[in-house]
């Protein structure tokens, strides 16, 4: 398998391990590992249910939270959001792309905490 770093960051290691060929004998065999270090988003999602008692025509707000746990910023993320039968969308503090009667799809721009 041939592999190329994005960034051109790596880390190669090179060993001479021997290896049983079956009749008592054993071969040399070189055995190479390769680590690309490249620049990546890792994002972790989460969304805060609310608790309580809700009234037919109570505003219920739900809470999402993403983070971008890795070392680049990642710009234009969407993320759908499915709403639970018996609500509908109302508003939203993130960037809306679109909504429908039961998903809305917001976009972020999130740095990297990095």
Same mark, same amino acid.
């Given at each position: 398998?041939? !592999?190329? @770093? #994005?960034? !051109?960051? *790596?880390?190669?290691? *090179?060993?001479?391990?021997?290896?049983?060929? $079956? +009749? $008592?004998?054993? @071969?040399? /065999? =070189?055995?190479?590992?390769? #680590? @690309?270090?490249? +620049?990546?988003?890792? =994002? %972790?999602?989460?969304?805060?249910?609310?608790? !309580? #008692?809700?009234?037919?025509?109570?505003? &219920? #707000?739900?809470?999402?939270?993403?983070? +971008?746990?890795?070392?680049?910023? %990642?710009? +234009?993320?969407? &993320?759908?959001?499915?709403?639970?039968?018996? =609500?509908?969308? /109302?508003?939203?503090?993130?960037?809306?792309?679109?909504? $429908?009667?039961?998903? /809305? &799809?917001?976009?972020?721009?999130? &740095?990297?905490?990095?």
């Amino acid at each position: 398998m041939i !592999g190329v @770093c #994005t960034d !051109g960051t *790596r880390v190669d290691t *090179r060993t001479v391990v021997t290896q049983p060929i $079956g +009749n $008592g004998d054993s @071969c040399p /065999v =070189l055995s190479r590992t390769r #680590t @690309c270090t490249d +620049n990546v988003y890792d =994002l %972790a999602l989460t969304k805060a249910d609310p608790s !309580g #008692t809700y009234s037919p025509g109570d505003d &219920v #707000t739900y809470t999402i939270t993403i983070i +971008n746990q890795g070392d680049i910023d %990642a710009d +234009n993320i969407q &993320v759908t959001d499915y709403i639970p039968s018996g =609500l509908s969308f /109302v508003s939203s503090t993130a960037n809306v792309v679109s909504s $429908g009667a039961n998903t /809305v &799809v917001l976009d972020f721009d999130l &740095v990297a905490v990095s």
